[in-house]
């Protein structure tokens, strides 16, 4: 997908959900890392993670549009923009916008678990931190915890 593209893709999505044009910039920045996009307060243009289109469907390109529309729309009205304002929660429902982008490490497989499992009612639990299996017990039977190893974590939001 081109710049332009993805352009044509936000002004579409922006009259179909929002019922408002969006008259600025919508490019790819493949600077951005861990986020999904980004909204410029001062130009007004959007700025969309390349990655997004690798590792995941269009829906979820769909969803972080939507985020960064309602930033974009919000600012504009001079209403609530920011992510813990209840005008911006409340329009991210209505038009069915991601609220979080999914990790790219998870999908990647970067991710990884300590696994521990109960030696009697063989409940696994995955933990990000290691512990002393000697100072805990299975939350559920009250049995002894075993340590079983690290295992790759891996979303599926394709």
């Known amino acids: 997908m081109t710049n332009e593209e993805l352009e044509e893709l ?15 910039q919508a490019i790819f920045n493949s600077r951005l890392r861990t986020t999904g996009g980004r909204y410029h307060l ?8 390349p990655k997004i289109i690798e ?3 269009s829906e979820v390109l769909e969803g972080i549009i939507k985020h960064e529309l309602c930033h974009y729309h919000l600012y504009i009205e001079k209403k609530g923009y920011r992510h813990g304002d209840a005008d911006f929660k409340e329009m991210l429902e ?8 999914p990790s790219f490490e998870a999908q990647e497989g970067k991710i990884k678990r ?13 933990r990000k931190r ?7 017990r299975c939350g559920q039977c009250g049995g002894h915890l075993i340590l079983k190893g690290q295992e790759k974590i891996k979303t599926s939001w394709k």
């Open 94 to 101: 209505e038009v069915g916008g991601l609220r979080y982008t």
């Open 130 to 136: 290691r512990f002393n299996t000697a100072a805990y």
């Open 55 to 57: 590792y995941f469907s």
């Open 42 to 49: 001062a130009s007004h243009n959007l700025d969309f993670n």
């Open 114 to 126: 300590w696994v521990y499992r109960c030696k009697e009612c063989d409940l696994e639990y995955y």
């Open 10 to 24: 936000v002004k579409k999505i922006s009259i179909e959900y929002f019922g408002r044009d969006f008259k600025h």
